[in-house]
T-cell receptor, first 109, second 113 residues
Framework: GQQLNQSPQSMFIQEGEDVSMNCTSSSIFNTWLWYKQDPGEGPVLLIALYKAGELTSNGRLTAQFGITRKDSFLNISASIPSDVGIYFCAHARAQKLVFGQGTRLTINP | EAQVTQNPRYLITVTGKKLTVTCSQNMNHEYMSWYRQDPGLGLRQIYYSMNVEVTDKGDVPEGYKVSRKEKRNFPLILESPSPNQTSLYFC????????????FGPGTRLTVT
């Protein structure tokens, strides 16, 4: 099945830095979802986007649904140690949920 | 407490020995799904179910079976496991459909030797 292209695959940053990651696809989608997986746990939904151009925030997290409907961005401002984990973008195609490969975030204190 | 539970959490087995991983949710959700997570590949959907007795294939269904006889349970069955099914498996549920927020279980790490 098709996978989304998520980048970067990994990030190593200092605490307090801002983080930016993105997800692209060759197809147009109606929904973009961002999940976070803490070490040893299942993913948890962070932000859901349902409209092209939509910009949604959840605390220090901001996500945008690209105008072309083929991409999405997630930004984290002023990173803290608990932001460590794997971030996944996902979209729903019919009732199937397709995930990107994930961006692994590591934070140096 | 609202949750999705999976059992077992860890399993080591041998090629060809049938196994079942159970999944149960206590949120009265209609939609349930199974995923496998492999390094560099993210999560890939195996099967999903829209309701009791309604199941459909995800992107990687080969070698797996599921059943949905009760709303709360959605077991994953490997009739004849092979080493390429060694993976981390997650069950998830959501209220009505795949685009709703999915609640994931804690995962089952399966090793097939």
């Amino acid at each position: 099945g098709q996978q989304l292209n998520q980048s970067p695959q990994s990030m190593f940053i200092q605490e307090g830095e801002d983080v930016s990651m993105n997800c692209t696809s060759s197809s147009i989608f109606n929904t973009w979802l961002w999940y976070k997986q803490d070490p040893g746990e299942g993913p948890v939904l962070l932000i859901a986007l349902y409209k092209a151009g939509e910009l949604t925030s959840n605390g220090r997290l901001t996500a945008q649904f690209g105008i072309t409907r083929k991409d999405s961005f997630l930004n984290i401002s002023a990173s803290i140690p608990s932001d460590v984990g794997i971030y996944f973008c996902a979209h729903a195609r019919a009732q199937k949920l397709v995930f990107g490969q994930g961006t692994r975030l590591t934070i140096n204190p | 407490e609202a949750q999705v539970t999976q059992n077992p959490r860890y399993l080591i087995t041998v090629t060809g020995k049938k196994l079942t991983v159970t999944c149960s949710q206590n949120m009265n959700h209609e939609y349930m799904s199974w995923y496998r997570q492999d390094p560099g590949l993210g999560l890939r959907q195996i099967y999903y179910s829209m309701n009791v007795e309604v199941t459909d294939k995800g992107d990687v269904p080969e070698g797996y079976k599921v059943s949905r006889k009760e709303k709360r349970n959605f077991p994953l069955i490997l009739e004849s496991p092979s080493p390429n099914q060694t993976s981390l498996y997650f069950c998830a549920s959501s209220i009505l459909q795949g685009t709703d927020e999915q609640y994931f279980g804690p995962g089952t790490r399966l090793t097939v030797t």
